[in-house]
């Protein structure tokens, strides 16, 4: 700014006054020590509502060397430690998914970063070798992030690929021309589906006893 002044906050502000040509703004002087102006320029960040969650998280790695104690960074932005804990969590990410982010920060919300940075720490190297192969399809649209974790997990455990793990199947079961249930596959399981009052007693029965001959079924 010059003059020994430095700008803390109202950088649009001070952005759409020079578009604009004109030659004086108004503005407050006040004395900040550093830790106070990172805290206003982090607010200022936060309140954004064009920042993705992304843009935040880097925002809140800048301020984090002035704020030591998590707590009070938490409070300097107006969220709880578990919601400033989803924020880091992107850091914890590979750099191959962060630098996807740099260009197309939308990508991943904070919810979705915590939960592929907990799947990751539980799978190790099997985890790492998932995410590899499952964050082309979120970058693509093929996979929804907030199933990426469940995914990673499928993947791992069960030897279910990138395709099978993103995919959902829905059949629909019909009774004549209304639809009486559905059965549904997906990462998590399958489920299956009746509507109220369209599966007769003795239908119950028969489904009872096939499940009964492929498992063991307890009341």
């Given at each position: 700014m010059g003059d020994g002044f430095q700008l803390v906050a109202g950088?649009?502000?001070?952005?759409?006054?020079?578009?604009?040509?004109?030659?004086?703004?108004?503005?407050?002087?006040?004395?900040?020590?550093?830790q106070d102006m990172a805290a206003l320029a982090l607010m200022e960040n936060v309140t954004r509502d064009d920042l993705t969650d992304y843009e935040i998280a880097i925002a809140v790695r800048r301020a984090e060397s002035?704020?030591?104690?998590?707590?009070?960074?938490?409070k300097v932005m107006g969220v709880t430690r578990n919601d400033l804990y989803k924020f880091l969590a992107f850091d914890e990410l590979p750099d191959f998914i962060k630098?996807?982010?740099?260009?197309?920060?939308?990508?991943?919300?904070?919810?979705?970063?915590?939960?592929?940075?907990?799947?990751?720490?539980?799978?190790?190297e099997s985890g790492l070798k998932a995410i590899r192969d499952l964050w082309p399809l979120v970058v693509n649209g093929d996979l929804v992030p907030s199933k990426?974790?469940?995914?990673?997990?499928?993947?791992?455990?069960?030897?279910?690929?990138?395709?099978?793990?993103?995919?959902?199947?829905?059949?629909?079961?019909?009774?004549?021309?209304?639809?009486?249930?559905s059965i549904t596959k997906d990462v998590k399981g399958l489920t299956i589906k009746f509507k109220a009052g369209v599966v007769t007693e003795e239908q119950e029965t028969l489904l009872r006893e096939q499940i009964g001959k492929m498992f063991s079924i307890s009341e």
């Open positions: 950088e649009r502000r001070w952005r759409a006054h020079k578009l604009l040509n004109k030659q004086s703004i108004r503005a407050v002087v006040i004395e900040c020590s550093d002035e704020f030591p104690q998590r707590t009070r960074l938490a630098s996807d982010l740099d260009l197309n920060p939308s990508l991943l919300a904070a919810n979705s970063a915590q939960e592929i940075a907990n799947a990751l720490k539980k799978t190790g990426v974790a469940a995914a990673i997990n499928a993947q791992v455990t069960r030897g279910v690929s990138a395709a099978d793990a993103g995919g959902r199947s829905i059949l629909k079961i019909f009774s004549g021309k209304i639809q009486a249930g």
